[in-house]
T-cell receptor
Framework: DAMVIQNPRYQVTQFGKPVTLSCSQT?????MYWYQQKSSQAPKLLFH???????NEADTPDNFQSRRPNTSFCFLDIRSPGLGDAAMYLC????????????FGSGTQLSVL | QKEVEQNSGPLSVPEGAIASLNCTYS??????FFWYRQYSGKSPELIMF????GDKEDGRFTAQLNKASQYVSLLIRDSQPSDSATYLC?????????FGAGTRLTVKP
């Protein structure tokens, strides 16, 4: 089945230790998104790729970076995780154009010790 | 700053009742509107989407959109305990999808 896959499901890192979360898709969608969701809060858009064009949200901290080496894969790098970065990180994809719905991966729950 | 507002709840309804969930948004230019359901610890899944003013029905779910008043709502008829979840309203403007914080719904048997 075509889908969006996130690995790992749970990630534990240490304060200040770089961590990378991965996302892959078999839907061949040209738009990929990274959202951060903390408990009982709205998913917050960090950035998205429209094909290879990177679009960063104005309030996304510099500590967060992303890479999209090809259509299928997208990575979220957190250079120096702080305790406040503990959250669920959601990857989503969509086609471009008007009114396109998001397809979500299962998410990666990040803990920072 | 584009805002999407929802009553956080919790909203509790008895099994078989109608659950009514509401959402307002700040950007008049928004073009498409979505309702996602999210179970605890899981990722959101799409329930319905609506683009035009009025009602859209899909099974037990009805989405209502009023662009003049900048609100969108979701009605769930014949609510079931399995409908207990957080319902996220999302507003899209050209690949810029923004979510509300969600309304937590509990359906009591």
């Amino acid at each position: 089945d075509a889908m969006v896959i996130q690995n790992p499901r749970y990630q534990v890192t240490q304060f200040g230790k770089p961590v990378t979360l991965s996302c892959s898709q078999t839907l061949n969608h040209n738009v990929m998104y990274w959202y951060q969701q903390k408990s009982s809060q709205a998913p917050k858009l960090l950035f998205h790729y429209y094909d290879k064009d990177f679009n960063n949200e104005a309030d996304t901290p510099d500590n967060f970076q992303s890479r999209r080496p090809n259509t299928s894969f997208c990575f979220l790098d957190i250079r120096s995780p702080g305790l406040g970065d503990a959250a669920m990180y959601l990857c989503a994809t969509s086609t471009s154009g008007f009114n396109e719905k998001l397809f979500f991966g299962s998410g990666t729950q990040l803990s920072v010790l | 700053q584009k805002e999407v507002e929802q009553n956080s709840g919790p909203l509790s309804v008895p099994e078989g009742a109608i659950a009514s969930l509401n959402c307002t948004y700040s950007d008049r230019g928004s073009q498409s509107f979505f309702w996602y359901r999210q179970y605890s610890g899981k990722s959101p899944e799409l329930i319905m989407f609506i683009y035009s003013n009025g009602d859209k029905e899909d099974g037990r779910f009805t989405a209502q959109l009023n662009k003049a008043s900048q609100y969108v709502s979701l009605l769930i008829r014949d609510s079931q305990p399995s409908d207990s979840a957080t319902y996220l309203c999302a507003v899209d403007d050209n690949n810029d999808m923004r979510f509300g914080a969600g309304t937590r719904l509990t359906v009591k048997p």
